[in-house]
């Protein structure tokens, strides 16, 4: 056992650094790859700090390892000591002073490229977007007052300056590709930005415990075109909220067809076509026997509510057997 | 000569087999109340682990509800902070600090009494919010408002107010166990310690106390607001209504961070005793190693907000917190090459507790690295509340607190209960949770590199996600079959009465503790040495072998 203790140690040791080298180019030794300039000096203040941390482990676990194997006991007695040092003030301050160094050489590097991180390039004229967490989905709001739903549309190589609140609970805004976290905190504005540097669609997940759905509350950023970009909030946007809404807010706990999940079948529910019954249960949310239902809606307006009934009309509602009208 | 058939000593009830651990006022068996109060906390929250883990196994896993799923996480942080690390280090203290300062029992034995029934009423409400209306707390071990306020959509159940009542007992037995540690400290100690001779252990029972002192009214009083907005229609973490949800991070936060090193303080101490025995040296710079317990206690009290780094405070308040958090890195490092420098050139003996004690080394060296990263906050709102952190802080809490608490086991067990545990067990125990250990949670790291948040009851990435998710929940398996084999240990010592009885000082060990009989008699002592420096045994020793020659 004496004997296999060191070279336990150091197999796990190769075996971790071998994983590691087979698993790079990201397999989850460094933040994804990212597609955004705050994201890319995260990405450096990272390297950094490896650099920094990985000399440290290498020398304590090193040392660790060189120490068990060359001061193991080799069958001497118990009552056999060793030498009796009680210390060694210079090297105690050699031990203090080293590690103050390199924690102000992180420090140094960490402020100096926090300005790259935390502020948007000062020339960018960027898009304002209003990010808001609800449970469980995300709703953004563009300049000229579209809306989308848990997809976030946004021109390529240009700066998204995100204003995040939240009416519920906490939520946090996270697209690993796209930079850090912000929290949405009720009654409370924060600020982000991204700037997308490569087309394409970058995943994200609400990373705060917002309730039972969390881990459904994905969101996403798709960056397209300066022209597509245009398209979607000039028309699209408003074109597809109903459906919008419906599968990125109703579905979640009502099903994809409205035929219940967590929450109650709705697919022949006539409050799905009645505006102001309909407008409450959003505005309001509903405790019932089966649970609660958040006030999902509280933040729409008419035109979101007539264009989800609209939606609910043509694809969802089924006229209950007995005849409701729509 | 009239004969009596009755014992001379008449045995009241209260010497009873059972009763007489009901209504002990002996700090041994406290301690041994709260040690087996918390390992048995321990085997609850280790199983809600697995739990959590088999659900993450792949991705859409429907082993449980993502309500159970909320519930089971909030139970397993909970239970493992409040009613199996902070607990146990109490139980260890409770047998330990009379013990090796040389008193006969605790300053306020019957207050200690109290204190570990609180703990046990504690444990009992929370676990009892099982079976309230709407099930348990399911915000979270933080309960974050407005998730854990009475609003329908979020914690309208009583799990919250179970929490809550719980919470409030278990910091009133808390806050009264660390005043009897002090006092005990402060006035108890045998001739000749002063405190540059007191055990290490002793040191980290005093700071952990202070903490405790400190930070435990900053919870009570979090609870105490969010209690009355559930039950009394205040508004203090509404924000609709004025109240503000950054407020209760704060007051968490206050608390939340110094309990950290209220768990690993202890830990620590336990470490510092156990090292220099088993390489049969003095620990290395016992000055830097006392002191530095007290920089990280005090450093401690002021680095709260650094779990607060994504919620918009402002790069002023960051970089703060990331300054101080950095700063607490320095003690912490201190003590580590102290360790080391401890194993230099010793003779060491690789016994359960030093195995357990070298993995906390390993493995505390690594979730403190880690550290790092997150007290640099941009580079922690990437890594924060992903997977990253729930792999950082069990490098801390697990590989460092557990393995050292196990190192503690094993060292002590013989004076608790003057049994050797069986040593081929142990090892075989240490090697599988060493191995399990870093399965469960090395590939956190990975997973929340790559996206993870973490509390999340499912994911739908295949790939990479469901290797590094698999490969967890295996090690958790393991982890938990090395914990089936030190229960296994304890039934085949005790119950078969398999283990090997030992004397006062089976590891040729350094401090009080083991002057006395193996257990101790109930007044401890019948004398005790002039103590003439931080090891009077070796010292005793080295004077019978003197007197020999």
């Known amino acids: 056992m004496r004997r296999k203790l060191p070279i336990f140690v150091l197999a796990v040791l190769v075996a971790l650094a071998t994983a590691g080298i087979a698993a790079a180019t990201n397999g989850g030794l460094t933040p994804v790859q990212p597609e955004s300039p705050n994201a890319s000096h995260t990405l450096t203040a990272y390297w950094v700090i490896v650099g920094f941390t990985a000399v440290i482990f290498f020398l304590v676990e090193g040392l660790l390892v060189a120490f068990i194997w060359k001061y193991r006991s080799r069958g001497r007695g118990r009552d056999v000591e060793g030498p009796q040092v009680h210390g060694h003030s210079r090297l105690e301050v050699i031990w203090t002073v080293i590690p103050v160094l390199i924690l102000c050489a992180i420090g140094t590097v960490v402020f100096l490229e926090l300005p790259k991180i935390d502020a948007a390039p000062a020339s960018a004229n960027p898009i304002q977007v209003t990010v808001e967490g609800h449970q469980f989905y995300w709703q953004f709001d563009y300049p000229n007052g579209a809306r989308s739903i848990n997809t976030l549309y946004v021109p390529v190589g240009q700066v998204v300056d995100l204003k995040v609140i939240a009416t519920d609970v906490i939520h946090s805004w996270w697209i690993p590709a796209l930079g850090g976290k912000i929290q949405a905190i009720p009654g409370q504005v924060n600020h982000t930005w991204f700037m997308a540097e490569k087309a394409g669609t ?36 408003a074109a597809t909220i109903g459906e919008q809404e419906f599968v990125g807010v109703c579905a979640t706990c009502h099903g994809n067809l409205g035929q219940g999940g967590y929450g109650p079948n709705i697919a022949s529910n006539s409050l799905l076509v009645q505006v102001a019954g309909l407008r409450r249960i959003l505005q309001y949310g509903e405790s019932g026997p089966l649970g609660a239902m958040p006030p999902v809606g509280d933040t729409w307006n008419s035109a979101q509510i007539d264009a989800l009934i609209a939606y609910v009309k043509k694809s969802i509602y089924k006229s209950a057997p007995t005849g409701g009208t729509p | 000569m009239t004969t009596r058939s009755e014992a001379v000593y008449p045995v009241g009830w209260k010497n009873g087999r059972v009763a007489s651990w009901l209504v002990t006022v002996d700090h041994k068996r406290i301690g041994i109340l709260y040690i087996g109060t918390s390992i048995f ?85 929370l676990w009892l919010s099982w079976f309230s209306s709407g099930g348990a707390p ?35 037995s808390s806050v009264l166990g660390a005043i009897n540690f002090i006092v005990t400290i402060h006035n108890m100690r045998t001739a000749g310690m002063t405190w540059m001779r007191m055990p290490l252990f002793v040191w980290a029972m005093e700071t952990y106390s202070i903490l405790l002192i400190l930070a435990m009214p900053a919870i009570s009083a979090a609870v105490t607001l969010l209690l009355l907005d559930r039950q009394a229609g205040t508004h203090f973490f509404i924000p609709g209504h004025g109240g503000s949800l950054l407020l209760y991070q704060h007051m968490f936060w206050f608390f939340g961070h110094p309990e950290v090193y209220i768990m690993v303080l202890p830990a620590f101490g336990m470490i510092s005793e156990i090292l220099p025995v088993f390489s049969r040296k003095p620990i290395f710079g016992y000055k830097a190693v006392a002191f530095s317990t007290l920089a990280i206690a005090f ?52 016994d359960s507790p030093m195995l357990f004690s070298l993995g906390f080394l390993a493995m505390f060296t690594f979730g403190g690295l880690t550290g790092i990263f997150l007290a640099a906050f941009p580079v922690d709102w990437q890594l924060n509340d992903s997977y990253f952190i729930v792999a950082h802080f069990h490098y801390v809490a697990f590989g460092g607190i557990v393995f050292a608490l196990f190192a503690g086991l094993y060292y002590w067990w013989p004076k608790m209960f003057g049994r050797m545990l069986d040593e081929r067990l142990a090892k075989l125990s240490f090697w599988i949770m060493f191995v399990g250990f ?57 119950g078969l009465r398999k283990g090997a009885r030992v004397g006062n000082d089976p590891w040729l060990a350094d401090t009080l503790e083991w002057y006395t009989t193996s257990p101790p008699p109930a007044h401890n002592f019948d004398s005790v040495p002039y103590v003439t420096s931080a090891r009077p045994l070796r010292d005793l020793r080295r004077r019978l072998a003197e007197d020999a020659t």
Not at chain 2, 53 to 71: D, I, M, V
Not at chain 2, 443 to 452: A, I, V
């Open chain 1, 202 to 237: 970058y995943e994200g997940q609400c990373a705060e415990l917002c309730g039972v759905y969390h881990a459904s509350m994905l969101g996403s950023v798709v960056a397209e075109s300066q022209s597509a970009y245009d398209g979607y909030v000039g028309k699209y946007a």
């Open chain 2, 41 to 125: 906390f321990f085997a609850l929250a280790g199983l809600l682990a697995i739990l959590m883990r088999a659900q993450l196994t792949t991705p859409g896993e429907h082993f449980l509800t993502k309500n159970s799923y909320n519930e089971v996480m909030t139970m397993h942080g909970t239970t493992m902070v409040f009613l199996v690390v902070v607990p146990i280090m109490a139980g260890f203290g409770n047998f330990l600090v009379p013990l090796m300062i040389g008193a006969r029992d605790m300053a306020f034995p019957r207050l200690n009494a109290l204190s570990y029934w609180l703990f046990l009423l504690g444990g009992i409400v």
């Open chain 2, 138 to 172: 399911h915000a979270g071990w933080w309960s974050y408002p407005t998730l854990s306020e009475a609003m329908p959509w979020a914690s309208p159940g009583h799990g919250q107010d179970y929490w809550i009542l719980a919470i409030h007992i278990l910091t009133l």
């Open chain 2, 299 to 350: 450093f401690s009290m002021l680095v709260w907000a650094h779990h607060m780094f994504t919620t918009g405070m402002g790069v002023g308040l960051d970089g703060f917190f990331m300054i101080s958090s950095m700063v607490i890195a320095v003690p912490t490092g201190i003590k580590i090459f102290n360790w080391l420098a401890t194993t230099w050139r010793g003779n060491l003996q690789f």
């Open chain 2, 438 to 494: 870093n399965m469960t949670f090395l590939p956190m790291h990975m997973l929340g590199l790559l996206g993870m948040a973490r509390r999340v009851y499912t994911y739908h990435h295949g790939g990479l996600w469901t290797v590094y998710n698999s490969i967890s929940t295996a090690g958790g398996v393991l982890t938990a079959i090395s914990v089936a084999i030190f229960v296994a240990n304890i039934w085949i010592t005790h």
